[in-house]
């Protein structure tokens, strides 16, 4: 089975400071994993995946992940945060045809 | 390009009362999902779709039923509601199994009272 932890349910940073969401997964196979970000009263939007090959993944609007395997970790950065950043980020994983989601991290950007 | 599409975006249900949610997508994907979000609880999966024909349950299927006639629509059923599914349901599309994303609708936010 797998599953998803994300630490840290809010997140508080500066602006211009740097982003790291923490996401570590639990799978018997190999994973995909995904980076999804939720802006308020919107669905979920793709921010990022990884699936094979380069472990260091970038993705839209300045954020990337890495993906160690020998961590089972697929954290979140972004080097310098922007207002426009804050929202709701979730972690997801799959291996077949269910995906499984972390409980989300609120990131909060203080001007 | 409208992706997945849901209706309504909001509704307030009487305790008893059933309704359908409706959740329709235009790329042709054969895969389909309903969540529901309830807060600091992330995303619980109620029931999926491989294709037209064929659902399953997912985790919390519990005063919920689906169908699946065909591969644009996916409606997602509430029998007798309960205050208990006050959430916001979203509904969720992926084209094939492994590395390819699911596509999110906007949500429905229902109110059982």
Redesign the interface.
């Known amino acids: 089975a797998q599953s998803v932890t994300q630490l840290g349910s809010h997140v508080s940073v500066s602006e211009g400071a740097l982003v790291l969401l923490r996401c570590n997964y639990s799978s018997s196979v190999p994973p995909y994993l995904f980076w999804y970000v939720q802006y308020p009263n919107q669905g979920l939007q793709l921010l990022l995946k990884y699936t094979t090959g380069a472990t260091l993944v970038k993705g839209i609007n300045g954020f990337e992940a890495e993906f160690k395997k020998s961590e089972t970790s697929f954290h979140l950065t972004k080097p310098s945060a922007h207002m426009s950043d804050a929202a709701e980020y979730f972690c997801a994983v799959t291996t077949g045809n269910q995906f499984y989601f972390g409980t989300g991290t609120s990131l909060t950007v203080i001007p | 390009n409208a992706g ?1 599409t849901q209706t309504p975006k909001f509704r307030i249900l009487k305790i008893g009362q059933s309704m359908t949610l409706q959740c329709t997508q235009d790329m042709n994907h054969n ?1 389909m ?1 309903w ?1 529901r979000q309830d807060p ?4 619980k ?1 109620i029931y ?1 779709s ?1 294709g037209a024909g064929i659902t399953d349950k ?1 985790e919390v299927p519990n005063g919920y039923n689906v169908s699946r006639s065909t591969t644009e629509d996916f409606p997602l059923r509430l029998e007798l509601a309960a205050p208990s599914q006050t959430s916001v349901y ?1 509904c ?1 599309s992926v084209g094939g ?3 390819q ?2 596509h ?4 429905t936010r229902l109110s059982i009272l």
């Open positions: 997945v895969y999902y969540y600091g609880m992330g995303l999966l999926y491989v997912g979203f969720a199994l492994g590395n994303p699911q999110f609708g906007d949500g």
